[in-house]
Each structure stands twice: as structure tokens, then as C-alpha cells.
């Protein structure tokens, strides 16, 4: 099986690696727009070959790995150009742009939308890495639009991956998607920004930071290219999202100003019942990990 | 030397562990006004006895690793039982407040204000850990009120927790200390609470949510009753702190509302420069749990 990966950063890299390394698929190629990413992920041995979208109709799968917009703009030529069996997978953070698009192509049911949800804060070919999606959960959207095949062999790539695959209607998956992951990017982007504002001297910073603000910037290390996009498309619920989000630091503030410790008291309490939800995410990395 | 340690959580439990390791103190006292938490503590063999406050003239090394309102509240008590050779530090994480009361003590020279930068999100004495400190940078405050013996001594349990000593004034202290830690917590704090409002169903959560959501909140898992007195203590430069962060959202919120992509590279490539300092910090990590 020819694997064409269109993207090859991150998640394009390190699906390489893990697909290689499972023998699913025989031969993988390689697109990217960006000639340094291309050359270094050949180099790298992530893929066998770099062609340009033209030989796409080599592909028995074609896997678009690349910003949100970009797999929007392209998939009608993708669909266009690929062989009446192949079968093509994207890998977005956002699921209802692109699915409203292949909605109106004749080819729709040889496209499969899908989101893993699995990632660093780093980027490029080198960032790519072996078990990055192994325990995670993967959203496959639409599913009853797709061909039989195509829908059974993208769910065998996520089991080769490690993935468990859940199902979702793409509104839904925007919208509960903008506050467990897109709002906690902007929170972080935000955050990194004021403080870098502030602290125009980062001897402080490094000085005085502890682990804890390393763990809640970390994600402003992210790549505008991948997010500018995602927060575009995601615009209308993260902008509800972040409404919410600003309306309780608004009121948090005025607790402070207030000294009203026992209010302070309630909303940590509250806010300390994300410690289930968290747990159980550490114990699925765990067991990752582990295994 | 009889250390008494005053607070037997988190701090409190890994100081003992750290400190009699390697010799630094030949026994270790407790007090602790949580009855579970001091008897699990001796359970654990952190100290070797518990005591109560009518005891710190037993004392050589009394240390403060309580709630910040509480540090404060006892010190002149403290200040007052301990024997003239004794010496008294504390670990707070706000150091204006408690510096003011102690420059009223007639034994203010006993007395040695500090802030060690280390700490997780986990509480009680079951969760201290050894190394907590190693590679970490510990701040003191108003080193010139000390007298020269108490200082030294105070150097060198942090030399020997393997911690970088660094001075400050309590009020730049506490400014500074606001934008590089706890605006994190009420960023964390409120994220989680956001999130766990909207989503009732915590099942999406913990299948939607990835590795970078539970950086942004793990946060949300600390102690209200360590958080909410340091929130108080520092209310006026966490408000100013909480005040630009909200302004920043809010505008973060106009670029998405307006879909102003070019607005929103220009602040997230902003936002990434903060990786220089957090790629110090991680080598700082790195270096610390390698040695």
C-alpha cells in the first residue's frame, strides 16, 4: 500500500514513523510546500520519497496533515486527482468547514474526517516521534458518508496507532473541541503575552517561574500557522468560549478587590473537581508510557 | 540541631525528607494543627515527633510551612517562645505582609523571610517528595534585617536543598511574583471551572481533552487553603496582573470575532518568544533530575 503523507511536520512525521514501524503500508511518500521540511524529512528517513500533488493517483491512501485551511482548500483538488479506490484521511482540529466542503463533492464517500487527538507544542519534521498517538482518543466524524473500506481502513490506522476511536457529529466536535483544547491554547498565548509585556527583563521570569507557569505557557510555544487557521474555522464557538472564560477571570477579579475569601474558597473547591477528569487523563498517559 | 518544622504538607514534609538525608539536623520536630496530617506525617517518618507550639523553645531551627495569613499570624508568638539562638524562617509565597509584622518584633533578627520556587499541585504530607528543591531558585527578602548567624544558616539549608539564593524586596517580590505565579493559578482555576460549566458531561472532557489541556489546568488541582491567603496577601498587584491578562483576552476575543488573521500571527509570534525562557527552565529540569 502507498502511503502519501501531505504534511509533513509533527503529526505528518510521526504518523510516518509509527505506520512504518507497524508495516502498514509498503511505500511512503511525501508532500510538503515547504522545500526545508520536505528535504529534512527525507533526510530523516520519515519518508521514502517527496513527489508534488500531481502523483497523488499513486496513492492508495493519502493522509492531509497540514493547517486546517489549507486541507479545506485542497481536498476538492485531493478528491479530484486521487484513483477510484484510494482513500483519503485528514487529521484537522476542526471538523465543520471541511465537512460541509466534501459534502458537496461527487467523491465524498472516499474521504474519511477524523481529528486524533494528539500533539506537542512542537513543530517540523525533526518534532516528529515515535508513539505520539498510542493511548489517545481519535474522533472520526460523518462516518456514515464514507465508503465501507474507506471507513474500515482508517479505523485499522488508528488501532495500528493505538488509538481508541470515538464518533461525532463535526458541530458537536467544534464546539466541544473549542474549550477542552482550542480555548486552552489562547489562555496560554495570552498568558505568555502578559507576561512577557510585564517582564521586559526575563531574568525575572526565569528566575521566578516554577514548574507551575511552565506547564501553563507551555502551549504558547504552538505555531501560529497551525492555529491562526483553527481559530478562524472554531471562530463562532471560541468566541463563546473565551466570552465565558473572560466573564469568570472578571469575576474572580472582583473577589480579589473584594478580599471576599470565603467566594474564593467555593470556586477553588469547584474548580479543584477537574483533579477526576485530570487523573484519568495522567493514568491513560501512564499506561501509554508504560506499555 | 532540633529543626521544628510548622506545617507538615507538602513543603513541610519534603524539607524533612531533603534535610535529614543529608544531615542537616540531627531531629526533626512537627506541629501541625491538622490531627491526620501530623500523625501521618510521624506515620511516614518525616519527623520524629510531634509537638505543639508551647515547644519551639526546644528549637534551633524553627521553619514556617503553613498558609501564608497563618505565617503571619504566628510569627510573633514564634518570635516570642523561641530561645535566644534560635533562628526562624519561613517559605511563604508572598513576603511584604509578613516582612511588615516582623519589622515590629522586638527579635526581628531571628527572623528570616524566604520563598523557595518549587512545589506541585499535590497536598498533604503524603505528598512530599525528595529532590523538591534540587535546581531551584529560592528567594530571600530583607537579608540585611537578619542577623549575620540566622542568614548563614539560612544559606545553607538551601545550599544544601541544592537551591540558587537570590534577594529581593519584598515589595518587588511580591509584584513580580504575582505575574510569574499566581496569575497561572487563576488562569489554571478559572480554565478548569469553565470547563467543567459547560461541560456537564465530564466523559467529553476526559475523551476530547489532550496532554495540552491538562497543562493548562493542572493548576486547578492546588490547595485552596494555601491559594486563597496568597491571593489575599497580594490582592492589589494580582488585580493589576488580572486586569491586563483579562485586557488581553478581550482583544484576543475582538481579532477572532473580526477574524483578523494577521493580527492574531503578529501576537501569537509575540507569544512564542516566551519559549526562550521556558526552554530554560526545561534544561534547568533536566539538569536537576538527571544529577
Chains 1, 2 share one sequence.
Not at 505506520?19 to 519518508?47: I, T
Not at 468547514?97 to 506537542?120: E, F, K, M, W
Amino acid at each position: 500500500m502507498n502511503i502519501t503523507i501531505v504534511g509533513l511536520g509533527l503529526i505528518g512525521g510521526s504518523l510516518a514513523i509509527d505506520l512504518r514501524a507497524r508495516k502498514f503500508g509498503s511505500e511512503f511518500w511525501g508532500v510538503d510546500s515547504n522545500e526545508h521540511h520536505a528535504s529534512k524529512a527525507q533526510e530523516l528517513g520519515l519518508v521514502d520519497k517527496i513527489v508534488d500533488l500531481e502523483h497523488l493517483n499513486k496513492a492508495d491512501l493519502v493522509i492531509l496533515a497540514i493547517p486546517v485551511d489549507q486541507a479545506r482548500n485542497l481536498l476538492p483538488k485531493i478528491l479530484q486527482n486521487i484513483n477510484s479506490q484510494a482513500v483519503v484521511v485528514d487529521m484537522g482540529s476542526t471538523k465543520q468547514g471541511i465537512c460541509q466542503i466534501a459534502d458537496q463533492l461527487p467523491n465524498r464517500d472516499q474521504y474519511v474526517a477524523s481529528h486524533p487527538i494528539s500533539g506537542t507544542e512542537n513543530v517540523g519534521p525533526e518534532a516528529a516521534i515515535a508513539n505520539l498517538f498510542r493511548g489517545n482518543v481519535t474522533i472520526i466524524c460523518d462516518q456514515e458518508k464514507c465508503r465501507k473500506y474507506a471507513l474500515e481502513l482508517i479505523r485499522k490506522m488508528y488501532k495500528t496507532l493505538g488509538m481508541k476511536v470515538i464518533y461525532m457529529d463535526p458541530k458537536d466536535h467544534d464546539l466541544h473541541i473549542a474549550y477542552v483544547s482550542h480555548l486552552s491554547h489562547i489562555s496560554s498565548f495570552t498568558l505568555g503575552l502578559t507576561v512577557l509585556e510585564i517582564e521586559k527583563n526575563e531574568k525575572n521570569i526565569f528566575n521566578m517561574a516554577g514548574s507551575g507557569f511552565a506547564s501553563t505557557v507551555r502551549l504558547a510555544k504552538s505555531s501560529a500557522d497551525m492555529w491562526v487557521p483553527i481559530f478562524e474555522q472554531n471562530a463562532s464557538n471560541l468566541s463563546k468560549a473565551l466570552q465565558t472564560y473572560i466573564d469568570n477571570l472578571i469575576h474572580f477579579k472582583k473577589l480579589i478587590d473584594h478580599l471576599d475569601k470565603t467566594a474564593m474558597f467555593r470556586i477553588i473547591h469547584q474548580s479543584n473537581e477537574i483533579r477526576r477528569v485530570l487523573d484519568g487523563i495522567e493514568l491513560k498517559e501512564k499506561a501509554n508510557n508504560g506499555s
